[in-house]
């Protein structure tokens, strides 16, 4: 092997990887977004009555 452009004279695995056509990783599948806005959709509720009851407290 010859020196790789990263210094190292044996080569390094990023320069001398094995090309194999199965090496490559599979398409990433989309996520659902359903509970994560309902999630996101209760917590936005929750401080919104939190930053309600603080203004009433203080006497705004």
């Known amino acids: 092997m010859t020196e790789c452009k990263h210094g190292l004279k044996s080569g390094c695995s990023y320069c001398h990887a094995p090309r194999s056509g199965v090496s490559r990783p ?3 599948v989309p996520r659902k ?3 994560s806005s309902a999630l996101s959709e209760k917590m ?3 401080m919104t009555a939190l930053k ?3 203004k009433e407290i203080r006497g705004g």
Do not use: T
């Open 52 to 54: 309600k009851r603080l």
């Open 44 to 46: 936005n509720d929750r």
């Open 33 to 35: 977004r359903g509970s």
């Open 26 to 28: 599979a398409p990433a």
